[in-house]
T-cell receptor, first 114, second 116 residues
Framework: NAGVTQTPKFQVLKTGQSMTLQCAQD?????MSWYRQDPGMGLRLIHY???????DQGEVPNGYNVSRSTTEDFPLRLLSAAPSQTSVYFC???FGTGAHYEQYFGPGTRLTVT | DQQVKQNSPSLSVQEGRISILNCDYT??????FLWYKKYPAEGPTFLIS?????DKNEDGRFTVFLNKSAKHLSLHIVPSQPGDSAVYFC???????????????FGAGTRLTVKP
């Protein structure tokens, strides 16, 4: 199993540009989520999905869109990039709301918006 | 509003000794607490979790303690090894609603350094 994969690893955008961060998992996990990590802030939940066709907002959803058309993929879209979105983005997946609820994280995408 | 707080940004211990990482929370709706470990340029990896109905969970060298009245949890690593040097995140899950929707909150992390 490849686990959770994210592309690209690094990206530089200009203010106002749009892009999609890709996330895929091959573990047949129901639950997938996107986080951003900023210095001194830990990880903050952007959006999550409890299954194909279902998404919901997390703690910091503004400026981001998601969709979940398949169990495997959960792309994160930045509609109009802003410098405040400079961060490291992590995608994660888990079996769902099971008793152990551990999430498997991808390696991250480092995004810089100039 | 940071609902999960790790007040120590860093901790340094000697190899073989105990490492104690602390975490405080404010939201009474958290039903699971988890610890993740993160190395540079990698995603976090799961270490250990505890349900809000328990007060201790042990897995090898790692033990998590939960004090609900104080809204405090801690991770004990005994004995500490140089390979444990990493950033440790405390996380908490908000109890899911009837649709299974839930939120996750993370602390800011504590950088542990274990000296040989």
């Amino acid at each position: 199993n490849a686990g959770v994969t994210q592309t690209p690893k690094f990206q530089v955008l200009k203010t106002g540009q749009s892009m999609t961060l890709q996330c895929a998992q091959d573990m047949n996990h129901e639950y997938m989520s996107w986080y951003r990590q900023d210095p001194g802030m830990g990880l903050r939940l952007i959006h999550y999905s409890v299954g194909a066709g279902i998404t919901d907002q997390g703690e910091v959803p503004n400026g981001y869109n998601v969709s979940r058309s398949t169990t495997e993929d959960f792309p994160l879209r930045l509609l109009s990039a802003a410098p405040s979105q400079t961060s490291v983005y992590f995608c994660a997946s888990s079996f769902g709301t099971g008793a152990h609820y551990e999430q498997y994280f991808g390696p991250g995408t480092r995004l810089t918006v100039t | 509003d940071q609902q999960v707080k790790q007040n120590s940004p860093s901790l340094s211990v000697q190899e073989g000794r105990i490492s104690i990482l602390n975490c405080d929370y404010t939201n009474s709706m958290f039903d699971y607490f988890l610890w993740y470990k993160k190395y540079p340029a990698e995603g976090p990896t799961f270490l250990i979790s505890i349900s809000s109905i328990k007060d201790k969970n042990e897995d090898g060298r790692f033990t998590v303690f939960l004090n609900k009245s104080a809204k405090h949890l801690s991770l004990h690593i005994v004995p500490s090894q140089p390979g444990d040097s990493a950033v440790y995140f405390c996380a908490a899950r908000v109890r899911p609603d009837q649709n299974g929707n839930h939120d996750m909150r993370f602390g800011a992390g504590t950088r542990l350094t274990v000296k040989p």
